[in-house]
């Protein structure tokens, strides 16, 4: 259901309402210091007004108001500025963490896979990762423009006070405020033209710094090219970037002149007029004050109205990644059986990757029986995946049905059906936490129950994985987080085990989960899985999906499926496949061939 | 004395405000000129201006009584002219402030880059590249952990100082009427910033310590966004707890951060009072003096605005707070950069056409620094030149260390590698490495053009027709362009590859950016890729490297693609000193000799037949794996 509040009720929302639902207490008080020191720093002008007019008059009662005022209102401000950057700074961080919250959540909640696989959405969530930090300081700097307007509509008043056309003058901040924006636009073009070049220069450097590629660059000899090319592009990058900085300050400039020459003419019309006698002295010195300080309020609300300008943007991207997640979620009311009686059942099902034109999956028609051990096989981009990824629910087929026990899956909510199974895949998470909460994510509930996590482990056959650590379950991995390293392989049996802790799915998929594993482990895992496999499937009718490369494992299965070009082509076990001397008996001699 | 000196020049010597300074005095001196120019204006400009005006305002009695013509008519309008022009001259500050930024941060942010490259591609290890502390300091210095980056710090502080010199004038404006009142405000001010200043900076160095329980935090909600995470997030059902994860380490590093600015604000509210008594006693002592008639109006005029001006002689603002967080991460440039040039220790001999005899690893072992216990141990191994030899063993044996060691990529912890003989520790690192060309199971992907990602060991070479008869190249720097690149190697690298038919199908051929982050690149699939590191290996050995690794070369590729590539092996390795590390047995009985390396050691050596005849764990292993096809079906399984 797409949301229907106004957009820009929810854009301010996004701006604003974060913060004020993070913290409201610390909200209303910034706002009031804000208003507060607005307040204050205006009357400061005016006391001077009264000191020196009451000097020249000799008023003793004038002096001394304009006394009280600047010693008050000065001492004042200063305090509630520092108290108003540390809240702020304090109201930035909640937000932040919230907004972080609110981006990874949508991320997150959307059930299906559209905005990580299609490079224009994953675009998008990649520029609102960046700059949600924009997003946190809107309230900070909406707080500051709150300032700026206050501060604005009373400087005015003042100066009409004192002689109506100086409000002129704060109306010609217009002109550096346009200016301005004028130069933020050469700036943004030359930013767009300079994407590319900039990623590619953070990229070099990331490769110079980063392990795996340093090894590379080192024994293809080329950190010296790599380098050269850093620099030369880095020039490059410099040299345009200056000119568009170059234009932007000449625009900026103009606009400060057209006001300066605003300034100059009030001042000296002013002046003159005091000359003559039609204005105090005290109203020359209250009115420098008071333009002065309209100035400041213009330079930083030009600044302010930038970044502001960013963070809108960037809660523009929120509300499409909102609107993305709400398009998207389903929650069917169907339910899930306790345990599989007869299968799962893909009826003509067609599906066709978003954004992209061929056809992953051409009319699948698959039966799945209920306790039953089904490999896929098949050549890169067979499709085998794309059928993971449907069984599982992360995708919705375009046309046709995936129905469990007959009940039809898209009538279920994805994170109902997910909660049914489990599984591993080749492109598997080395999670950076403790070892035991790594594995024991792969079943929530019983994450903090150390049998279970040892159980999987055992599953998984990453017993010895756990051994060799001095720690056991408790070692933090990942050196990104100061944890340990391990192999390739080591990471994997942890997933695999992690894809085994649900004790009664009813479909577990391994999608290639020991492609990293070495041969003797690879056929006492499968073997001892198989076992495994095999009482779920007559107590619980659990159906085990295997993906892989590997003849030597997939002849096990009960049934095999062969896949071509998002077809199937052949169904059937290991012997009658083989007398039927299709596709499956080819590639299986084809690897059989390397162990005659 | 001395040591009093001492003291002082150490601490200026460390001080990160110099160490800013001297970053921008050794990137470009017109920058500095221009930035001391900047400092001056911004100092002297507004109080110009006040002082200016302030007379004239003091010249408005007189002028009402004598007239404009008479001469303090004149002096009036001079002294108008003179404070609107340095006004208006003062209002430009925004737009070169913005210019000078732009073009300190352009020369910062890429001359600290460099640097830091440069620094980093320094040692001929990796090692370096495997500490988290090095790796944190990286982050640190490259400003991924402060929004506003050590790159704006130059301009933050040229800021700062131009404010320091108004404030300083302010006070000696001030001190022309009283001076005790000029001294009062300035030596508040100054006893007042110091202080505030430090809990800033405080703050700072708390943020930098939360890093541990910060990076935890980044790490959980990178889970939630980042696409090689959503399947399993899916699965699992794991975004609540992933991200109520992620709050807690933040919680918890930011306790202390905010704890600090708690106590910032009571200072604030305290020195505030500092701040009341110097208005009370400054103004006070004005406005006797104007009741008085002691002084002038003038006077009064121009020493009004400066209470409010003496401010920014120690103003403490939230500009500092970002500017204490860019000076935080300026040391750490330094450190990173000074540790990582301490470790280079560069070998002479050069290593071109070696190996012609062989490669012998003797007693060699090997302990990570982080490590409990040696990976590899004691190990003897021979490679013999234009052979090959597989390397098979369980998972975490050591065998992608060893290679690491084969390329001098780390240094053995005992024993020595001779190549040829000659110890690898004398020969010139890089000139080894680039005898060796790998194939690595994690392999790079580029973001560079398929040619480049190819011929990658040539992407800096001079085109051959551009060369000059010294060898130089007439045009500018060099070739960096991969114009120095073999197109005929190329080819016949990638087609021995198997790649050429997809590197020709890409939408722009051999020119298509491998990577779908960039403006017309393409997302290549992982076999795709896996063919790619192949003939990037191939090309490399065509150009002179005379040492082929593979580790794992065909873990991405399917059955036809492998079955090609076990095919072509002998083919693809002729001439040159291969070792192969896989799993896969029709790869590994393909090479001319096999070892099987378990604890750390070279325990089974010989060919695939005097292996299988050996009966030890690799003929177990093979006739495990090859029972799975003898057509004995369900029934194997070897529980």
């Known amino acids: 259901m797409v949301l229907r509040k106004p957009r820009a009720l929810r854009r301010a929302d996004a701006l604003f309402g974060t913060a004020w639902r993070a913290a409201p207490l610390l909200s209303a008080t910034c706002v009031l210091v804000a208003l507060a020191s607005s307040v204050l720093s205006l009357a400061y002008p005016v006391g001077f007004r009264a000191i020196v007019d009451g000097a020249a008059d000799h008023q003793r009662e004038r002096i001394i108001a304009g006394l009280v005022i600047v010693a008050v209102a000065f001492p004042g401000t200063w305090i509630l500025q520092l108290v108003g950057a540390a809240l702020n700074s304090k109201l930035t961080d909640m937000a932040n963490i919230r907004v972080g919250m609110k981006v990874g959540g949508l991320a997150s909640a959307a059930p299906y896979l559209e905005h990580f696989e299609r490079p224009d959405y994953l675009a998008e969530i990649d520029n609102l990762r960046e700059r949600r930090r924009t997003l946190a300081g809107a309230p900070a700097q909406t707080l500051g423009m709150l300032k700026s307007a206050i501060q604005f509509v009373g400087i005015a008043v003042l100066l009409a006070l004192v002689w109506w056309p100086l409000v002129i003058v704060p109306l010609l901040a217009a002109a550096p405020a346009w200016a301005d924006r004028m130069g933020a636009q050469v700036e943004k073009r030359s930013d767009d033209e300079l994407a590319d070049p900039r990623r590619l220069l953070n990229d070099l450097f990331s490769l110079a710094s980063t392990a795996a590629p340093a090894r590379e660059l080192r024994t293809f000899g080329v950190t010296g090219a790599l380098l050269d090319r850093h620099v030369k592009l880095g020039d490059t990058v410099n040299a345009r970037s200056l000119r568009s900085a170059r234009t932007a300050a000449i625009w900026e400039a103009f606009g400060w002149v057209v006001y300066a020459a605003g300034f100059g003419v009030a001042i000296v019309l002013l002046v003159l007029r005091a000359a003559h006698g039609a204005a105090s002295p005290g109203a020359v010195v209250e009115v420098v004050s008071l333009l002065r300080r309209a100035q400041r309020q213009v330079t930083g609300a030009s600044t302010t109205a930038g970044s502001f300008a960013t963070a809108s943007a960037t809660a523009n991207r929120l509300l499409w990644l909102e609107d993305y997640v709400a398009r998207t979620t389903a929650d069917g009311t169907g339910t899930v059986p306790e345990r599989l009686t007869s299968g799962i059942r893909f009826d003509g099902v067609s599906f066709t990757y978003p954004g992209q034109d061929a056809l992953a999956l051409h009319d699948v028609n698959l039966t799945l029986t209920a306790g039953s051990t089904v490999a896929i096989v098949g050549e890169n981009g067979a499709g085998k995946s794309t059928l993971i990824k449907l069984l599982t629910g992360m995708y919705r087929p375009d046309s046709g049905t995936i129905t469990v026990d007959g009940q039809d899956l898209a009538s279920v909510a994805p994170r109902r059906w997910r909660e049914a199974t489990t599984g591993a895949f080749q492109d598997y998470v080395r999670l950076n936490m403790s070892l035991g909460d790594g594995v024991g994510a792969g079943d929530l509930p019983r994450i903090e129950d150390r049998a279970a996590v040892l159980g999987a482990i055992g599953r998984g056959g990453a017993d010895q994985v756990v051994a060799e650590l001095p720690q056991g379950l408790d070692t933090v991995l990942g050196p990104y987080i100061g944890g340990r390293s391990l192999s390739g392989g080591q990471w994997q049996r942890l997933a695999l085990s992690r894809g085994l802790m649900r004790e009664r799915p009813l479909l577990v998929v391994l999608d290639e989960p020991t492609a990293s594993l070495d041969v003797p482990s690879e056929a006492a895992l499968f073997a001892r899985y198989r076992d495994a496999a095999r009482a779920l499937g007559e107590s619980n009718g659990t159906i085990t999906v295997l993906v892989s490369h590997r003849f030597s494992t997939v002849h096990m299965a009960d049934t095999i499926v062969v896949m071509d070009q998002g077809k199937i082509v052949e169904i059937g076990d290991h012997e009658t496949l083989m007398t039927a001397a299709g596709p499956y008996s080819e590639l299986f001699a084809l690897q059989a061939a390397g162990y005659k | ?639």
Not at chain 2, 426 to 453: C, G, H, I, K, M
Request: hydrophobic letters at 45%.
């Open chain 2, 1 to 639: 004395m001395t040591s009093v000196s001492q003291t002082v020049a150490r601490r200026l010597a460390s001080s990160p405000r110099l160490r800013v300074a001297r970053l921008v005095t050794e990137t470009s001196r017109g920058l500095t000129a221009a930035m001391v120019l900047y400092v001056i204006a911004d100092g002297f400009l507004p109080i110009v201006a006040l002082v200016a005006l302030g007379r004239a305002v003091g010249k408005i009695p007189p002028a009402v009584l004598h007239g404009l013509g008479s001469p303090s008519g004149h002096s009036l309008l001079i002294a108008l002219v003179v404070g609107t022009v340095a006004y208006g001259l003062s209002l430009l500050r925004s737009p070169v402030e913005a210019l000078l930024e732009a073009y300190c941060s352009a020369a910062m942010s890429t001359g600290m880059q460099r640097r830091l490259a440069r620094a980093v591609c320094e040692p001929e290890g990796v090692e370096h590249l495997e500490d988290p502390a090095v790796l944190d300091k990286l982050a640190s210095a490259s400003g991924e952990l402060s929004s506003s980056g050590p790159a704006d710090a130059p301009m933050a502080l040229a800021s700062a100082l131009g404010d320091r010199l108004s404030g300083f004038l302010a006070c000696v404006t001030l001190a022309t009427f009283r001076w005790w009142v000029g001294l009062f405000f300035f030596a508040g001010w100054i006893a007042i910033r110091p202080p505030l200043r430090k809990m800033l900076a405080a703050r700072a160095t708390l943020v930098r310590q939360a890093t541990p329980d910060l990076r935890h935090s980044w790490y959980y909600l990178g889970c939630s966004y980042r696409p090689a995470f959503a399947k399993e997030i899916r699965m699992f059902g794991l975004a609540d707890w992933i991200l109520d994860r992620h709050r807690t380490a933040w919680l918890t590093g930011m306790a202390r951060p905010w704890a600090q600015l708690r106590k910032f604000q009571q200072r604030a509210v305290l020195y505030g009072l500092i701040v009341a008594a110097m208005y009370v006693t400054g103004a006070g002592a004005l406005a006797l003096a104007a009741y008085d008639h002691s002084i002038s109006l003038g006077t009064v005029a121009i020493m009004l605005p400066m209470f409010a001006s003496t401010a920014q002689a120690g103003g403490v603002s939230a500009a500092d707070v970002s500017l204490e967080q860019m000076l935080a991460s300026v040391p750490d440039l330094d450190e990173i950069i000074a540790r990582l040039s301490a470790s280079a220790v560069p070998g002479t001999v050069s290593a071109a056409a070696l190996p012609a005899a062989g490669i012998r690893f003797e007693s060699v072992s090997y302990q990570y620094p982080t490590g409990d216990r040696p990976v590899i141990e004691d190990l003897d191994l021979e490679l013999i030149a234009g052979q090959s030899l597989a390397l098979v063993g369980i998972n975490g044996a050591g065998k992608t260390t060893l290679l690491t060691l084969l390329a001098r990529l780390r240094e053995a912890t005992g024993g020595r590698i001779l190549i040829d003989g000659t110890d690898v520790r004398e020969l010139d690192a890089r000139s080894w490495q680039r005898q060796v060309a790998v194939v690595y199971q994690d392999f790079t992907r580029y973001p560079l053009t398929a040619r480049e990602n190819v011929g990658f060991r040539d992407i800096g070479a001079i085109p051959d027709e551009q060369q000059g008869p010294d060898g130089q190249s007439p045009g500018e720097r060099q070739g960096i362009d991969g114009q120095g690149i073999d197109q005929a190697v190329l080819e016949s690298a990638a087609e021995r590859a198997g790649a050429l038919d997809l590197i020709r199908g890409l939408p722009a051929g051999w020119d298509t950016v491998c990577s779908p982050g960039y403006l017309g690149g393409t997302d290549l699939s992982g076999g795709q890729w896996q063919r790619i590191a192949l003939a990037r290996a191939l090309y490399s050995a065509a150009r002179g490297a005379r040492v082929l690794v593979l580790d794992e070369p065909t873990a991405q590729l399917d059955v036809r693609a492998e079955a090609a590539f076990y095919d072509r092996f002998l083919d693809l390795t002729e001439g040159l000193t291969t070792m192969v590390i896989s799993h896969r047995f029709a790869t590994v009985r393909r090479a001319d000799r096999i070892a099987v390396l378990d604890g750390g050691r070279i325990t089974e050596l010989g060919s695939h037949q005097e292996l299988l005849a050996a009966g030890g764990s690799y003929a177990e292993m093979f006739t495990m794996q090859a029972a799975a096809f003898s057509g004995a079906g369900r029934t194997n399984g070897a529980a």
